[in-house]
């Protein structure tokens, strides 16, 4: 059977990566995973393979005391990890074979513990990605004696966690099947936790020395005090398994090393053990879960895959009451609102979380000057105001990037291209008007008058006014290039709500979001150019009471751009051909 | 009435529809059949205007769909094999949006009554999510129906359909029929396009290898006995059209 386990898994990465390789042929693809390989090398890859940094030895500044701290504070992380199934509500969810697997071995001559074994063997690639990635974030281990080691250790930890996962949810299943509910379960693992806690706490009531105060407190006095409940009482035997996990990452030396890996692996084994000789029946919850996760994997693939799936009777309040005759355009506005849904949501949000903040803060600021929250709070929803109108036409896509997946449909109605257009950018566009418009009235109202700068309650309004006219407009830009690109080059751009992933994926987001940038600032040029001389031509009459006026003029400019592009991407609209661009033949 | 004159569609170096003509009168039901990428969903999509075509001309009711495409799709109606929904919006507001787009005027009562008539009432206020695969084909046929197209399409219109439901279907296209729509069905049930269509209409590559009533095609072939159904009509036809063979 492990033959034919591994001609199967050889088999299938083999063709995964054919197949992904082949797809290079299109410009597209090839492009993207250049800059996405960029990227990963820039980012990531570039420490782990320069010269020089392979064999670095423990840096004689680091403490070993700090080992110990890294090492019982990651041992309580995995404790909590490990005990985060039994508390979670839900019974146990099977094990993860795809759909053809369920079909071509569930009913083959294939013992329960092959096709666990094989699960195993297939979680690895995840794991050492997994493992790579970890040993990178952790600077590639120049604070550890090794990078050797943390590779295996973290290979370890991860592979513990798979097994335990699985083991887990074998066992919370057939918990179910022998009639123990979730709630009988929760309370026994809540009871043992607080048995733990109460264990601990005695212990150190009677057998460790009560902590220096905070204030006072030195390293080397914490560190020993930690050391004092981690070695021994019930912290030592409750941390012990996931201590003898991470414990070889902090070998000094290769000996040592191999010595603390017998412990691991021997934890390991237990987990591994527990699993194989699990006597749930997994088969029934393993289908259900491959069924689910074909349906998500489908609608990955062709785009439908909502953010959040909508619930059953959660049907979104609309807007407003759409009238069944006038123009079209209102009609995938209307639409496209009750897509984006939670738009009052959203501006509550804007307006209680400054609020909030601002009343905690203002508890706090003893004595630190009246001004320092409210130029907090202030600038913040500023720049905030200033990070919506950039990139929340990236951010917000219920338009053309979510509706070309339906264009089947949208295409037969009998309605222009330039309505279908001005209809889809509309919703998001106004969405960020009314984000960024609560964003700067909160920045205009809370922001101190600056004396020292002579920036005035009157300035501010004028500011205010100013960002409000000219924000909503750029914004509209950012838009319409998004709507464009998905247009000209669907292919180029992510459709739908579902992110994509991938190497291709994250270069193809770059390209997009770098493009987009040039764009916006093109396009951005001439209403400048039309600010700034409204604006020298009317500070020498009015002074910064001129502000608004010159956006008003900026913003004209900027919707005349706007109504041309509409009606050229309605053009772009009316030629679109689905079927060569959006990859799908329908023969 | 659909007139459909030298259509040809091409996907880079391979044409999934070469030079096709035919007709549909009022009160025609045609069927559109063939083998598996025979160009009956591409045929379908130019003929609604979803793709554009590469050569040909396409007229709903006179109205040319490349030069008046807002007059001609205003009398069409398309419902595809796989019903395609908006994810959040209810079974109401679906024929809410619809009846906007078309200008659809005393929608309530129309809607009302679509829903009662393809018992989706007690669904009004679900969305998609809510809905079986037979309900939302139920409520791409009502979408559909609302602004009375002259034009109908159907891709596999069964698919999905309860007994009771395709019951419906059937009596549904046979009463728009009546009522002087031009309908096309494409299908593989053989035995539906028999009991509904007045016409046949044979595509294989991309060609048509046959168009007439099945009494006509009988007619035409003497080798085939009388009693003769579709299915060994599309045999014998596909069949004999394999280049090569004899």
Same mark, same amino acid.
């Given at each position: 059977?492990?033959?034919?386990?591994?001609?199967?898994?050889?088999?299938?990465?083999?063709?995964?990566?054919?197949?992904?390789?082949?797809?290079?042929?299109?410009?597209?693809?090839?492009?993207?995973?250049?800059?996405?390989?960029?990227?990963?090398?820039?980012?990531?890859?570039?420490?782990?393979?320069?010269?020089?940094?392979?064999?670095?030895?423990?840096?004689?500044?680091?403490?070993?005391?700090?080992?110990?701290?890294?090492?019982?504070?990651?041992?309580?992380?995995?404790?909590?990890?490990?005990?985060?199934?039994?508390?979670?509500?839900?019974?146990?969810?099977?094990?993860?074979?795809?759909?053809?697997?369920?079909?071509?071995?569930?009913?083959?001559?294939?013992?329960?513990?092959?096709?666990?074994?094989?699960?195993?063997?297939?979680?690895?690639?995840?794991?050492?990605?997994?493992?790579?990635?970890?040993?990178?974030?952790?600077?590639?281990?120049?604070?550890?004696?090794?990078?050797?080691?943390?590779?295996?250790?973290?290979?370890?930890?991860?592979?513990?966690?798979?097994?335990?996962?699985?083991?887990?949810?074998?066992?919370?299943?057939?918990?179910?099947?022998?009639?123990?509910?979730?709630?009988?379960?929760?309370?026994?693992?809540?009871?043992?936790?607080?048995?733990?806690?109460?264990?601990?706490?005695?212990?150190?009531?009677?057998?460790?020395?009560?902590?220096?105060?905070?204030?006072?407190?030195?390293?080397?006095?914490?560190?020993?005090?930690?050391?004092?409940?981690?070695?021994?009482?019930?912290?030592?035997?409750?941390?012990?398994?996931?201590?003898?996990?991470?414990?070889?990452?902090?070998?000094?030396?290769?000996?040592?090393?191999?010595?603390?890996?017998?412990?691991?692996?021997?934890?390991?084994?237990?987990?591994?053990?527990?699993?194989?000789?699990?006597?749930?029946?997994?088969?029934?919850?393993?289908?259900?879960?491959?069924?689910?996760?074909?349906?998500?994997?489908?609608?990955?693939?062709?785009?439908?895959?909502?953010?959040?799936?909508?619930?059953?009777?959660?049907?979104?309040?609309?807007?407003?009451?759409?009238?069944?005759?006038?123009?079209?355009?209102?009609?995938?506005?209307?639409?496209? @609102? *009750?897509?984006? !849904?939670?738009?009052?949501?959203?501006?509550?949000?804007?307006?209680?979380?400054?609020?909030?903040?601002?009343?905690?803060?203002?508890?706090?600021?003893?004595?630190?000057?009246?001004?320092?929250?409210?130029?907090?709070?202030? @600038?913040?929803? !500023?720049?905030?105001?200033?990070?919506?109108?950039?990139?929340?036409?990236?951010?917000?896509?219920?338009?053309?990037?979510?509706?070309?997946?339906?264009?089947?449909?949208?295409?037969?109605?009998?309605?222009?291209?330039?309505?279908?257009?001005?209809?889809?950018?509309?919703?998001?566009?106004?969405?960020?008007? @009314?984000?960024?418009?609560?964003?700067?009235? *909160?920045?205009?109202?809370?922001?101190?008058?600056?004396?020292?700068?002579?920036?005035?309650?009157?300035?501010?309004?004028?500011?205010?006014?100013?960002?409000?006219?000219?924000?909503?407009?750029?914004?509209?830009?950012?838009?319409?290039?998004?709507?464009?690109?998905?247009?000209?080059?669907?292919?180029?751009?992510?459709?739908?709500?579902?992110?994509?992933?991938? *190497?291709?994926?994250?270069?193809?987001?770059?390209?997009?979001?770098?493009?987009?940038?040039?764009?916006?600032?093109?396009?951005?040029?001439?209403?400048?150019?039309?600010?700034?001389?409204?604006?020298?031509? !009317?500070?020498?009459?009015?002074?910064?009471?001129?502000?608004?006026?010159?956006?008003?003029?900026?913003?004209?400019?900027?919707?005349?751009?706007?109504?041309?592009?509409?009606?050229?991407?309605?053009?772009?609209?009316?030629?679109?051909?689905?079927?060569?661009?959006?990859?799908?033949?329908?023969? | 009435? $659909?007139?459909?004159?030298?259509? =040809?569609?091409?996907?880079?170096?391979?044409?999934?529809?070469?030079?096709?003509?035919?007709?549909?009168?009022?009160?025609?039901?045609?069927?559109?059949?063939?083998?598996?990428?025979?160009?009956?969903?591409?045929?379908?999509?130019?003929?609604?205007?979803? $793709?554009?075509?590469?050569?040909?001309?396409?007229?709903?009711?006179?109205?040319?769909?490349?030069?008046?495409?807002?007059?001609?799709?205003?009398?069409?109606?398309?419902?595809?094999?796989?019903?395609?929904?908006?994810?959040?919006?209810?079974?109401?507001?679906?024929?809410?949006?619809?009846?906007?787009?078309?200008?659809?005027?005393?929608?309530?009562?129309?809607?009302?009554?679509?829903?009662?008539?393809?018992?989706?009432?007690?669904?009004?206020?679900?969305?998609?999510?809510?809905?079986?695969?037979?309900?939302?084909?139920?409520?791409? $046929?009502?979408?559909?129906?609302?602004?009375?197209? =002259?034009?109908?399409?159907?891709?596999?219109?069964? =698919?999905?359909?309860?007994?009771?439901?395709?019951?419906?279907?059937?009596?549904?296209?046979?009463?728009?029929?009546?009522?002087?729509?031009?309908? $096309?069905?494409?299908?593989?049930?053989?035995?539906?396009?028999?009991?509904?269509?007045?016409?046949?209409?044979?595509?294989?590559?991309?060609?048509?290898?046959?168009?007439?009533?099945?009494?006509?095609?009988?007619?035409?072939?003497?080798?085939?006995?009388?009693?003769?159904?579709?299915?060994?009509?599309?045999?014998?036809? =596909?069949?004999?059209?394999?280049?090569?063979?004899?």
């Amino acid at each position: 059977m492990i033959r034919a386990f591994s001609f199967y898994l050889l088999c299938t990465y083999k063709n995964m990566a054919l197949s992904r390789l082949r797809r290079l042929r299109q410009p597209k693809y090839l492009v993207s995973a250049l800059v996405g390989l960029a990227y990963f090398y820039f980012f990531l890859g570039r420490q782990f393979f320069s010269p020089g940094r392979s064999h670095t030895r423990l840096p004689q500044v680091i403490d070993p005391g700090f080992f110990l701290l890294a090492e019982v504070g990651f041992a309580v992380l995995l404790l909590v990890v490990v005990l985060l199934p039994w508390l979670w509500p839900g019974g146990g969810g099977g094990v993860l074979f795809t759909e053809a697997e369920i079909q071509f071995l569930f009913p083959a001559p294939v013992s329960r513990r092959s096709l666990l074994r094989l699960r195993l063997a297939k979680a690895q690639l995840g794991i050492l990605f997994g493992v790579f990635v970890s040993v990178v974030f952790f600077g590639r281990g120049q604070f550890f004696p090794h990078t050797s080691f943390l590779l295996v250790t973290f290979w370890l930890v991860y592979s513990f966690l798979s097994c335990y996962n699985m083991a887990a949810s074998l066992a919370k299943r057939s918990l179910i099947e022998h009639g123990v509910s979730g709630l009988r379960r929760q309370a026994w693992v809540l009871g043992l936790v607080a048995l733990t806690l109460a264990s601990i706490a005695v212990w150190l009531k009677w057998f460790i020395p009560v902590p220096p105060l905070l204030e006072k407190v030195t390293l080397q006095e914490a560190l020993r005090w930690v050391s004092a409940v981690a070695e021994s009482g019930p912290a030592f035997i409750f941390l012990w398994p996931f201590r003898a996990l991470l414990h070889p990452a902090f070998s000094p030396d290769f000996g040592t090393f191999f010595f603390r890996l017998l412990p691991a692996l021997a934890v390991l084994a237990v987990v591994y053990l527990w699993l194989i000789r699990s006597d749930a029946r997994f088969e029934e919850a393993s289908i259900e879960r491959a069924e689910k996760v074909a349906r998500k994997l489908e609608a990955v693939r062709t785009g439908r895959l909502p953010v959040k799936p909508p619930r059953a009777g959660k049907a979104r309040r609309p807007p407003f009451a759409l009238a069944s005759q006038g123009s079209p355009h209102v009609a995938l506005f209307w639409k496209n @609102l *009750i897509s984006a !849904g939670g738009i009052h949501a959203r501006i509550r949000i804007l307006v209680l979380v400054p609020l909030l903040v601002m009343i905690g803060l203002s508890i706090f600021d003893q004595g630190g000057g009246r001004q320092t929250v409210p130029t907090i709070i202030g @600038l913040t929803t !500023g720049a905030l105001a200033c990070f919506f109108t950039i990139l929340g036409p990236l951010m917000v896509r219920d338009d053309l990037r979510n509706d070309l997946l339906q264009v089947d449909l949208i295409k037969t109605y009998p309605i222009s291209g330039q309505s279908v257009v001005l209809g889809e950018v509309l919703a998001p566009s106004v969405i960020l008007a @009314l984000m960024e418009w609560t964003l700067i009235l *909160i920045s205009a109202a809370v922001l101190p008058s600056m004396d020292k700068t002579r920036l005035l309650p009157v300035h501010r309004f004028a500011f205010g006014l100013g960002a409000a006219i000219l924000f909503p407009c750029i914004s509209l830009i950012g838009l319409l290039i998004q709507n464009a690109a998905a247009l000209l080059f669907p292919g180029w751009l992510q459709l739908g709500k579902a992110q994509q992933r991938g *190497i291709e994926a994250t270069g193809q987001r770059l390209i997009t979001t770098v493009a987009t940038a040039v764009l916006l600032v093109l396009a951005a040029l001439p209403a400048a150019i039309a600010f700034a001389a409204s604006f020298f031509l !009317g500070y020498w009459l009015i002074g910064l009471a001129v502000v608004p006026m010159a956006a008003l003029v900026a913003a004209f400019v900027i919707l005349a751009e706007a109504w041309i592009a509409v009606i050229w991407m309605g053009h772009l609209y009316d030629r679109f051909d689905p079927s060569l661009e959006l990859d799908t033949v329908h023969p | 009435m $659909i007139e459909v004159t030298g259509l =040809t569609k091409i996907y880079g170096t391979f044409a999934a529809v070469t030079d096709l003509s035919f007709q549909v009168k009022s009160g025609e039901v045609l069927g559109l059949v063939g083998p598996n990428g025979a160009g009956k969903t591409t045929t379908l999509r130019c003929a609604v205007g979803i $793709i554009p075509p590469a050569q040909g001309e396409i007229r709903i009711d006179g109205h040319s769909l490349r030069e008046s495409p807002l007059e001609a799709k205003r009398l069409i109606s398309f419902m595809p094999d796989e019903p395609r929904l908006f994810d959040y919006l209810t079974v109401m507001e679906h024929l809410q949006f619809t009846a906007r787009v078309y200008g659809v005027r005393d929608f309530e009562i129309k809607a009302t009554q679509l829903l009662e008539e393809l018992e989706l009432s007690e669904k009004k206020d679900a969305i998609p999510s809510e809905l079986s695969r037979g309900m939302k084909q139920k409520l791409v $046929i009502a979408c559909g129906l609302l602004h009375a197209p =002259t034009a109908l399409f159907f891709d596999e219109p069964l =698919t999905g359909l309860d007994p009771i439901g395709i019951r419906r279907m059937k009596s549904t296209i046979l009463r728009r029929a009546r009522d002087g729509a031009s309908i $096309i069905i494409s299908s593989h049930l053989l035995h539906l396009v028999e009991e509904l269509c007045d016409s046949v209409l044979i595509l294989k590559s991309g060609r048509k290898v046959i168009h007439s009533s099945i009494d006509d095609i009988l007619r035409s072939l003497p080798e085939l006995k009388g009693d003769t159904n579709l299915e060994e009509i599309f045999f014998h036809v =596909t069949a004999e059209a394999e280049p090569g063979e004899k």
